[in-house]
Every structure is written in structure tokens, then in C-alpha cells.
């Protein structure tokens, strides 16, 4: 049995990554969407938390932390939107919001 | 046995991610998606960051989460969403052959890279080390490497703010 190594780190961070593009693609709900990106934004710190396991250095974490604190900020104006969204066309289906379509 | 945790945070956290993206009510993906928070975390205790393990279950998983329920509990959303393949099926297509594409050329791209991490010095992760990178060592007087993006996310954070109440008001 071999320890845990780079590899297998980056690869669950692939696998979170690849669903979360799958649920952007696919879904049609904007809170699922939203979450989709969420969960793209969460592979994306485990591999920079991975990365600096492997080289030993702590600035990894730091980067985490600060995608973390963008997230925040994402998630707050985002979900003002929704609500706004809903409050003036009744839906949060992407597909009856085409309203700026050509 | 470090193998073993990983092996389960990582196979639960991989099971409730399909879950985010495949279940019909959105109080059920936000669920999953706190589960898969609690798995990373303990991925990340795992890790050695201790400070990112912490921040993830307080901010992610206890701030933005509950502020993702509140907003679907509050929308009074009916379950929709009916899967037909004419309609849906191009693009569940898209998606399984983008991600099957982005996974492949990760794992052909790492498959070299398969020994196990090194060891590391008991103050990796610690947050008297992430102090120091943010606001510098006081012993020598040296300013943090980070103060300036750490500034910079606190103007970030105030602006999202200002906007989510600008956003949200009726009338101003």
C-alpha cells in the first residue's frame, strides 16, 4: 500500500472538475448552474492545496483561501441576481431567460 | 491508512458531486454539494492545510451554502426539468465528451508523477506560517509577501457586498 501522492489528488480534482462542467452544460436550473461553478471552483483549490503539498510551500494555501473569498463574492452578487431575475420574469429556467437574444 | 481516508473521502466526495449535478430539486444538489465540502476538507486536513480545511467548512460549507438555501427556499421553486433525450440529450453529449477530454489529457499528462508526497516540516500549512506570508514576521520586520492581494480581496469583498444590497433593494 503506498501513500497518498500527487496523482491521485489531482486526478478526484479532474473528476470534480469535469462534473462540475457537465452540470453547467447540462442543467438548466441557474441555481444548479450556480452550484456546477461552485464545484469547479472547489477542484480548482484542491489542486492548488495538492500543489503545495508537493513542493512544500504554504503560498498554495493562500491562493486557496483567496479563491475562496472570490467565491464568496461570486455567490453574493450571483444569488442577487437569481432573485432579482425571478422577481421581474417569474423563472429561473435558462432557457425562458432570452431576453437578450438577437 | 492514509491511502484508505482518502480512498473514502474521495469515492463520497466523487458520489455526492454526481449527485449536485443529477438530482431534480435544487435543496437536494445544495445538500450533496455541502457533502462533498465536508469531504474536501478533511482531504485538505489530510493535506496539511490546516487553515484551508478550516475555511472550507466555515466559510463554503456554513456561509455560501446557507445563503444558497435560503435563496431556494425562498423562490418557491417547483420541481421541472423533465429529462428528454431530444432536448437534452446533445447536451449531455457535450458534457460527457468534454469532460471525458479534460480527465484524459490530465491523467496522460500526471501518469508519470505516481511516488507519494515527501515528508514536510511540522510548520507546513500552520497559520503562524500563513500570517507570516500575509502580514510578515515581526521579528524582522519584513512586510507580508500577500498584504497587497489580501487588500485587495477585502476591496473585493466590500464591492460584492454594495452591489448584492444595490441588486436586492426595491428602491434605493
Redesign the interface.
Known sequence: ????????????S??????????V?????I??V???V??ML?AV??SF??F???T?Q??G??F???V??????????G??????L?RNRLT??LDELDLMKG | M??LI?TIL?SV??LL??G??TMRN?IS??LS?VG??FC?AG??A????H??AV??VL??AG??MV??IF??M??Q?RD??DYSWSQ?GP??I???V???V??GA??VS??G??????A??PE??TIR??GY??FGDPQSGTIG??LL??EA?SA??T???V???V??KRKL
Open positions: 500500500m503506498e501513500a497518498v501522492g500527487l496523482f491521485p489528488v489531482l486526478t478526484l479532474g473528476i470534480l472538475f469535469s462534473l462540475g462542467v457537465i452540470g452544460l447540462t442543467r438548466k436550473n441555481l444548479i450556480f452550484m456546477s461552485e464545484l472547489n483549490n484542491l492545496v495538492a503545495a503539498r508537493e512544500g504554504t503560498d494555501h493562500l486557496a483561501a483567496i475562496m473569498a472570490v467565491a464568496a463574492a461570486e455567490a453574493a452578487v444569488l442577487a441576481l437569481v432573485i432579482l425571478y429561473v429556467h | 492514509e491511502t482518502f474521495s466526495a466523487v458531486g454526481v449536485v449535478v435544487p444538489s445544495a454539494l462533498t465540502f474536501l482531504i485538505y489530510m493535506l496539511g492545510a487553515f484551508v475555511i472550507q466559510v463554503y456561509a455560501i445563503l444558497f435563496v431556494i425562498l423562490l421553486l421541472e426539468e437534452y447536451r449531455i457535450g458534457g460527457m468534454v469532460s471525458i479534460l480527465c490530465l491523467v500526471l501518469s508523477a505516481n511516488e507519494g508526497f515527501g514536510v516540516g507546513f500549512g506560517q500563513i506570508l500575509l509577501k500577500y492581494p489580501f480581496v473585493l469583498l464591492v460584492g457586498v452591489g448584492a444590497v441588486l436586492g
